[in-house]
């Protein structure tokens, strides 16, 4: 009980840290609204996630199947 619990707060701490180090910068240069940190003007172009969001549903989709007919075969395999 105790490891299971202690795996739950490095979860939730692990979380938590990645999820502030991946936040989005605030505006750096007094409301210009290029978000740079330190005034850079950083001009890098974003990468499109939308570009491959159907592969990224499909194969979710595909592990999802995956998995339950592996639970099942192996509970209906445990009853006989």
Do not use: H
Not at 19 to 42: C, K, M, S
């Amino acid at each position: 009980m105790k490891n299971n619990v202690l795996k739950y707060y490095i979860a939730t701490l692990c979380f938590c840290c990645t999820f502030i180090a991946f936040a989005q910068p605030g505006d750096g240069n007094g409301g210009t609204g290029d978000g740079a940190l330190e005034g850079g003007g950083d001009t890098t172009p974003t990468a499109p996630i939308s570009d491959y969001l159907w592969v990224l549903a499909l194969v979710g989709l595909v592990f999802a199947v995956l998995k339950l007919r592996t639970l099942y075969k192996n509970d209906f395999q445990s009853k006989d």
